[in-house]
C-alpha cells in the first residue's frame, strides 16, 4: 500500500490508501451542481453588458458594420484620429489586421488616410464625413434606447448608480 502524504491529510484526512492526483484534482473542481449564478451589483452589471453588445452589434449590423469595424470606427471618433498602430493595440490585432480593415473601412468612404503634419512617414485614420453621419446615427439609436431604459428611475437613484458604475469601472481598469 502506497505511502500517505502530509498533503494527503490536509486535503483528505488520515486514509489507508495513497489519493490519485485525478482524485486530487476532483476534490477541488466543484461538481455539477454548483451554482454559477452571480448575485448583488454583479448579478444585475452582467446581463445589463450582455444586452448592451448584443445591442451595439446588431445597430453595427443594421449599418452594414462588422463588430470589429463598429469598434474601429467607435476608438477612431472618440480619440479624432489614431495611428493604425495605435488603433491595432486598443483593438489586440495585428498591424497586418488593421491594414485590411481600414482598407474596407475606407473602400466604404467611412474612414479617411491623412498624412501626419509633422512626420510625412506617419498616417492617421480619421472619419469620413460618411463616417461621421453613420456614427451619429449610431450613438442616436443608442442614447435613445438606454433613455427608454432608464424611465422610471428617479434621478437621485440613478445618479447613485452612474457613481457606482464610474467607481466599479476605475477599480477594474487598476
Avoid at 498591424?95 to 509633422?118: F, K, M, V, W, Y
Wanted: proline share 3%; glycine share 6%.
Amino acid at each position: 500500500m502506497a505511502a500517505i502524504t502530509d498533503l494527503d491529510r490536509v486535503c483528505f484526512g488520515a486514509g489507508q490508501r495513497r489519493v490519485s492526483e485525478t482524485d486530487r484534482l476532483e476534490r477541488w473542481m466543484p461538481d455539477e451542481s454548483a451554482s454559477y449564478e452571480l448575485t448583488g451589483i454583479t448579478g444585475a452589471a452582467i446581463p445589463f453588458i450582455r444586452a448592451m453588445e448584443a445591442r451595439r452589434v446588431r445597430s453595427a449590423e443594421e449599418h452594414g458594420l462588422s463588430s470589429i469595424e463598429f469598434r474601429a470606427l467607435f476608438m477612431i471618433a472618440e480619440a479624432g484620429s489614431l495611428r493604425p498602430k495605435q488603433l491595432a493595440d486598443q483593438l489586440r490585432v495585428t498591424n497586418g489586421a488593421i491594414t485590411g480593415l481600414s482598407d474596407r473601412l475606407i473602400a466604404a468612404g467611412l474612414l479617411q488616410r491623412e498624412a501626419h503634419p509633422n512626420d510625412r512617414r506617419s498616417l492617421y485614420l480619421t472619419l469620413s464625413p460618411a463616417g461621421h453621419t453613420v456614427m451619429r446615427s449610431m450613438h442616436s439609436g443608442l442614447a435613445s434606447m438606454l433613455e427608454r431604459a432608464v424611465e422610471g428611475i428617479d434621478e437621485q437613484e440613478l445618479a447613485a448608480t452612474t457613481a457606482a458604475l464610474r467607481h466599479m469601472t476605475e477599480s477594474i481598469r487598476e
